[in-house]
C-alpha cells in the first residue's frame, strides 16, 4: 500500500456512494475497519468527515449515525424526505448532500495542503477542480473505470477503492473483506452514462480469471492496472493495444510485476475491436474498457468456436512478430 500519511490531510467521505458502491460491488463493508485503514492510511490527526442521509423515522439509521460518531467519523446528516411522483407513487430523497460536502471541503483552512475525497459521484468534478486551482493537493478515493470524470480531474492522483479494501494490513488486526462473485451476463447493452454497471461486469470477468487475461483494445490506460491486484498472482496478464497512456504506464506494470503478477505488453495496430480473453473465453466491446458508458456500446460474448479459434490464432502472431513494450 502507498505511503499517504502527512500532515495536514483531510477526509471527506460521501456516505451515500461508499454504501450503494459497496452493494454494487458486494462487498460487506465494515465502517470500523474502514475507519483504521483510513487512519493507516492519513493519519490520526486527519479530521474525517462522514456525509450520509438517513430516514428519521428508522431507528436502525439514527442508530448507525450514533455508531459512527462513536467511531470518531465528523458526521454530517442529511434527512430523507418523501417525494411523490405523478402517479402518487412515494419514494425517499436526498437534497442537498452533495452541496454540504463541497462547502465544507472549501471551507477547509489552509494549513490543510491534501484533501482526500472519497466518491464516485461527478457532481464533485468542479471541487476537486477548485481545490486543485487554490493550490490544494487532492487524492480521490473511487472505482477509477466508473468514475473516469473525476479521476481526470484529480490528476488521476486517485487510490482505487477495491484494492484498498483488498490490501488491509493485517498487522494491525484488519480482517480482510468478505466478496461475493457475481455471474456476468453473455450480453449487455451498455447506455451512455451508465459506467458502474458494465464496470462491474468487466470486474466480474477479471476475478473469474484462473489462468489467464488477455485484453486487446487500440486504447489502453493506467485504469486498466487498477483490477490487477484483484487477481491471483498465479493469473497472466497479455495486454494488446495501439496506443497506451499515460507516460508512466509501463513505471507501474513494473511495480505490478515487482509486487509478483506476470504482465505482458505488446503494441499492434492490427485490432479495430475492443476483445477480452478470459481462461479462453472471449468477449467482444463494441467501446474501449476504459470508456465504457461514454457512449451506447455492446458488450457480448463470443460463442461461435471458428471466430474464437481465428481470434486466438491472431492474437498469438501479433504477439510472436509485435515488439512487447514495457520490458
Known amino acids: 500500500m502507498r505511503d499517504t500519511a502527512t500532515i495536514g490531510a483531510a477526509v471527506f467521505i460521501d456516505g451515500d456512494w461508499l454504501y450503494y458502491a459497496a452493494r454494487r460491488l458486494k462487498e460487506e463493508l465494515d465502517y470500523g475497519r474502514l475507519k483504521a485503514l483510513l487512519v493507516d492510511c492519513f493519519g490520526a490527526e486527519a479530521p474525517m468527515h462522514f456525509f450520509c442521509s438517513v430516514d428519521p423515522h428508522r431507528r436502525e439509521q439514527q442508530t448507525f449515525v450514533q455508531t459512527l460518531n462513536s467511531l470518531g467519523f465528523i458526521m454530517h446528516v442529511s434527512k430523507l424526505r418523501r417525494q411523490k411522483d405523478r402517479f402518487g407513487n412515494v419514494s425517499l430523497v436526498s437534497k442537498g448532500l452533495d452541496v454540504t460536502l463541497a462547502v465544507s471541503a472549501m471551507a477547509l483552512p489552509d494549513e490543510f495542503k491534501r484533501m482526500v475525497l472519497l466518491t464516485g459521484d461527478s457532481d464533485f468534478v468542479s471541487l476537486v477542480e477548485t481545490a486543485k486551482d487554490k493550490g490544494r493537493e487532492v487524492i480521490l478515493i473511487t472505482v477509477p473505470l466508473a468514475?473516469?470524470?473525476?479521476?481526470?480531474?484529480?490528476?488521476?492522483?486517485?487510490?482505487?477503492?477495491?484494492?484498498?479494501?483488498?490490501?488491509?494490513?493485517?498487522?494491525?488486526?484488519?480482517?480482510?473483506?468478505?466478496?461475493?462473485?457475481?455471474?456476468?451476463?453473455?450480453?449487455?447493452?451498455?447506455?451512455?452514462?451508465?459506467?458502474?454497471?458494465?464496470?462491474?461486469?468487466?470486474?466480474?470477468?477479471?476475478?473469474?480469471?484462473?489462468?489467464?487475461?488477455?485484453?486487446?483494445?487500440?486504447?489502453?490506460?493506467?485504469?486498466?492496472?487498477?483490477?490487477?491486484?484483484?487477481?491471483?498472482?498465479?493469473?497472466?496478464?497479455?495486454?494488446?493495444?495501439?496506443?497506451?497512456?499515460?507516460?508512466?504506464?509501463?513505471?507501474?506494470?513494473?511495480?505490478?510485476?515487482?509486487?509478483?503478477?506476470?504482465?505482458?505488453?505488446y503494441r499492434t495496430k492490427a485490432f479495430h475491436d475492443r476483445f477480452l480473453g478470459v481462461d479462453g473465453q472471449w468477449w467482444h466491446s463494441g467501446h474501449s474498457f476504459k470508456n465504457l458508458g461514454g457512449k451506447d456500446s455492446f458488450l457480448s460474448q463470443i460463442d461461435d468456436a471458428q471466430a474464437v479459434t481465428k481470434l486466438k490464432k491472431r492474437v498469438q502472431t501479433e504477439m510472436s512478430k509485435g515488439k512487447e513494450h514495457c520490458i
Open 147 to 265: 468514475a473516469r470524470a473525476l479521476v481526470q480531474a484529480s490528476g488521476k492522483n486517485y487510490i482505487n477503492l477495491e484494492s484498498l479494501l483488498k490490501n488491509l494490513k493485517r498487522g494491525k488486526g484488519i480482517p480482510k473483506l468478505k466478496s461475493k462473485n457475481a455471474i456476468p451476463p453473455k450480453n449487455m447493452y451498455v447506455e451512455k452514462g451508465d459506467h458502474f454497471a458494465p464496470y462491474l461486469v468487466v470486474r466480474s470477468l477479471f476475478r473469474s480469471a484462473k489462468s489467464e487475461i488477455v485484453m486487446v483494445d487500440p486504447y489502453v490506460d493506467d485504469q486498466v492496472l487498477q483490477m490487477i491486484p484483484l487477481l491471483p498472482k498465479a493469473v497472466q496478464i497479455t495486454i494488446l493495444s495501439s496506443k497506451i497512456s499515460p507516460s508512466d504506464f509501463c513505471v507501474q506494470v513494473q511495480k505490478l510485476r515487482k509486487d509478483g503478477y506476470t504482465i505482458h505488453v
